[in-house]
């Protein structure tokens, strides 16, 4: 099978990690755009593709199956909606956009054109993940009680122009570190019954929250931050547990029942994103099967309404 080729709208560190894994299988980047020519140019050096001086010429050059959205969510709708509206297909870095309307309006255009699109969350292509879900599915640990989710990094000691620290490109911690627990929150369980948000704003972002999402028996806390390191997913159930330490990334979880350990190991890497995104349009098809159209705007629903509880909008909203 000949290489899926690539066009990378944007050069910045989330690029380069994923063409280094993807480089690895059947995949090329034969395009490359970014809003600083010299960096895009060093980027397309580096991976033997094009450089181009506008999105539109990367998007629409004749030898590009899919486009790859790496630029800072704020952007993600201008360059999203310039590649389905030109007929190919989308992976949009995670969030999508800054608001449910946003992922609402990429969604009904890739429709409108019967283009695909998908959002790049990696930790629903992966087997570990999709092994958890199994396992809750099942009734594995009986009925759940009680679900606590921990992420954090400590972004904080970035530099204060970094884009993770900007209002203005809508950083903070819901948007950049949030969008993970609340993601696997929703795809375990769907969607709450109630949203609560509690969280600390500083400097025009959110620097933490904790965010309950009550369901009928059970709820799930989930600890976000900027502040420090911590990483953890932990599911009780009436008859035993579900661990994923590293969830967002996951290489194992660990079930425990009647006093009995399971393990299961597995992979979380960019490779098999790529490569399930590639022969999801290779197939035809206009909505990925790893990551639905439901799951996005729900997730960004509850981002909005956690926003929205905290009174966090940032500065091109006001």
């Not at 290489?3 to 709208?9: D, L």
């Not at 594995?140 to 970094?162: C, E, Q, T």
């Given at each position: 099978?000949?290489?899926?080729?690539?066009?990378?709208?944007?050069?910045?560190?989330?690029?380069?990690?994923?063409a280094r894994s993807i480089e690895k299988g059947d995949h090329k980047i034969t395009a490359v755009y970014s809003r600083t020519y010299s960096k895009a140019e060093a980027f397309a050096k580096k991976h033997g593709a094009k450089v181009y001086k506008s999105a539109e010429e990367a998007i629409c050059a004749d030898d590009v199956d899919g486009v790859y959205i790496a630029t800072p969510h704020t952007s993600h709708l201008e360059y999203a909606l310039k590649a389905l509206k030109a007929g190919k297909g989308?992976?949009?870095?995670?969030?999508?956009?800054?608001?449910?309307?946003?992922?609402?309006?990429?969604?009904n255009t890739a429709k409108e054109n019967g283009v695909y699109f998908c959002e790049a969350m990696w930790t629903w292509f992966s087997d570990v993940a999709l092994t958890v879900k199994k396992w809750i599915d099942?009734?594995?640990?009986?009925?759940?009680?009680?679900?606590?989710?921990?992420?954090?990094?400590?972004?904080?000691?970035?530099?204060?122009?970094?884009?993770?620290?900007t209002p203005e490109t809508a950083g903070g911690a819901l948007l950049d570190v949030g969008i993970?627990?609340?993601?696997?929150?929703?795809?375990?369980?769907?969607?709450?019954?109630?949203?609560?948000?509690?969280?600390?704003?500083?400097?025009g972002i959110d620097i933490n929250e904790t965010v309950i999402l009550d369901y009928t028996s059970f709820k799930c806390t989930l600890n976000m931050s900027l502040e420090k390191l911590k990483e953890g997913c932990t599911i009780e159930g009436s008859e035993g547990s579900i661990n994923i330490p590293m969830f967002h990334m996951a290489w194992k979880a660990s079930l425990k029942v009647g006093g009995k350990k399971e393990i299961y190991k597995g992979k979380t890497d960019y490779l098999t994103e790529f490569s399930a995104v590639a022969d999801e349009i290779r197939s035809g098809k206009t909505e990925s099967d790893y990551i639905p159209f439901e799951a996005t705007l729900n997730v960004m629903k509850i981002i909005d309404e956690c926003r929205n509880q905290l009174g966090l909008k940032y500065p091109f909203e006001k």
């Open positions: 099978m000949e290489k899926f080729r690539w066009a990378y709208i944007g050069s910045g560190s989330i690029a380069k990690n994923t989308v992976l949009c870095e995670k969030p999508v956009g800054v608001s449910e309307n946003e992922a609402q309006e990429m969604i099942e009734k594995r640990i009986g009925d759940i009680k009680n679900v606590v989710i921990d992420y954090a990094f400590p972004g904080l000691m970035m530099s204060k122009n970094s884009r993770v620290l993970y627990p609340i993601t696997y929150c929703y795809r375990l369980f769907g969607m709450p019954d109630k949203i609560s948000c509690t969280g600390t704003l500083k400097n």
